[in-house]
């Protein structure tokens, strides 16, 4: 595995491409390496691009922004878990590095606020910022990767938590050959009618909303909470609910499938590109 491993969150400021021919958990590995500062990095972006000789799938490392940490800032003792990191018996784990590790030692300074090393800031209608303490608010501004993501509603209506999508991108360029399910007009219903639904509207100020890439997704998963669970910071993204999420993705090998990220347990998977998902959409 061709990885330089930094103990450093700081971004590289020249876009890398690291070419690995692993299983997709090696590849996750990876991925967690990146998140935690182990190896510096700048949102890494996994494509798969094809399979090696011996069978193991290809990955394609693209390298351009900053990405979160896990949120996990605890450690374990060998015997138990949720204890102060820095334990000289288990050395070299998680929390002792990145992100989070700065946020426990009230070490990691914030535009915003947030659990373990996440840093967020409420967002209102009009795209204006709020305070922390904000009731009300329409999207959330991540200050650490730059990204914008919508908040779910219980409305009802489009933007309802509980509504899902099928995967759907009539750009030849973007979908590997298959556009996916389009849904009847105005019925709203596949991913690029909610992504022009929702640019109509004008979004807290914005009109580029789109389907996150697999990383950017995964920027979102906080994996640190003490019942050992694994979701988001739900005290900036309320109505939140544990499914499989589209990321903009197709699956090269098969482009009748998208790339979902599975919410309940952190991990990536792929699915029929006409079956239904939740949607999360991010800008810019």
């Given at each position: 595995?061709?990885?330089?491993l930094?103990?450093?969150?700081?971004?590289?400021?020249?876009?890398?491409?690291?070419?690995?021919?692993?299983?997709?958990?090696?590849?996750?590995?990876?991925?967690?390496?990146?998140?935690?500062?182990?190896?510096?990095?700048?949102?890494?972006?996994?494509?798969?691009?094809?399979?090696?000789?011996?069978?193991?799938?290809?990955?394609?490392?693209?390298?351009?922004?900053?990405?979160?940490?896990?949120?996990?800032?605890?450690?374990?003792?060998g015997?138990?878990?949720f204890?102060?990191?820095?334990?000289?018996?288990?050395?070299?784990?998680?929390?002792?590095?990145?992100?989070?590790?700065?946020a426990?030692q009230?070490?990691?300074?914030?535009q915003?606020?947030?659990?373990?090393?996440?840093?967020?800031?409420?967002?209102?209608?009009?795209?204006?910022?709020?305070?922390?303490?904000?009731s009300?608010?329409?999207?959330?501004?991540?200050?650490?990767?730059?990204?914008?993501?919508?908040?779910?509603?219980?409305?009802?209506?489009?933007?309802?938590?509980?509504?899902?999508f099928?995967?759907?991108?009539p750009?030849?360029?973007?979908?590997?050959g298959?556009?996916?399910?389009?849904?009847?007009?105005?019925?709203?219903?596949?991913?690029?009618?909610?992504?022009?639904?929702?640019?109509?509207?004008?979004?807290?100020?914005?009109?580029?909303?789109?389907?996150?890439?697999?990383?950017?997704?995964?920027?979102?998963?906080?994996?640190?909470?003490?019942?050992?669970?694994?979701g988001?910071?739900?005290?900036?993204?309320?109505?939140?609910?544990?499914?499989?999420?589209?990321?903009?993705?197709?699956?090269?090998?098969?482009?009748?499938?998208?790339?979902?990220l599975?919410?309940?347990?952190?991990?990536?998977?792929?699915?029929?590109?006409?079956l239904?998902?939740?949607?999360?959409?991010?800008?810019p």
């Amino acid at each position: 595995m061709n990885f330089v491993l930094r103990r450093s969150a700081r971004a590289v400021s020249r876009p890398r491409r690291i070419f690995v021919s692993v299983p997709e958990s090696m590849a996750l590995f990876a991925t967690a390496l990146f998140a935690s500062g182990v190896a510096q990095a700048s949102d890494c972006t996994i494509h798969y691009s094809g399979f090696s000789n011996a069978g193991l799938p290809l990955e394609r490392i693209d390298c351009r922004q900053v990405i979160n940490d896990t949120g996990v800032d605890w450690c374990t003792d060998g015997s138990s878990h949720f204890e102060p990191c820095g334990q000289v018996d288990y050395p070299g784990q998680d929390g002792d590095f990145g992100r989070d590790a700065l946020a426990a030692q009230d070490n990691l300074p914030k535009q915003g606020s947030g659990v373990a090393g996440f840093d967020y800031t409420k967002i209102d209608a009009d795209g204006l910022e709020l305070p922390s303490s904000a009731s009300v608010w329409s999207c959330v501004r991540d200050n650490h990767t730059g990204l914008i993501w919508e908040v779910k509603t219980t409305d009802d209506g489009p933007r309802d938590r509980s509504r899902q999508f099928t995967w759907f991108n009539p750009d030849s360029t973007e979908n590997g050959g298959v556009p996916g399910d389009d849904c009847p007009a105005h019925a709203i219903c596949d991913t690029h009618d909610y992504q022009a639904y929702v640019n109509e509207l004008a979004l807290c100020g914005r009109t580029n909303w789109r389907l996150p890439s697999r990383i950017q997704l995964r920027s979102l998963v906080y994996h640190g909470a003490s019942d050992g669970g694994v979701g988001m910071d739900e005290s900036f993204f309320p109505n939140y609910v544990s499914a499989n999420y589209w990321s903009a993705t197709t699956l090269a090998e098969n482009p009748d499938r998208a790339w979902e990220l599975r919410f309940y347990d952190g991990r990536f998977g792929t699915t029929g590109k006409i079956l239904d998902r939740a949607v999360r959409l991010v800008a810019p």
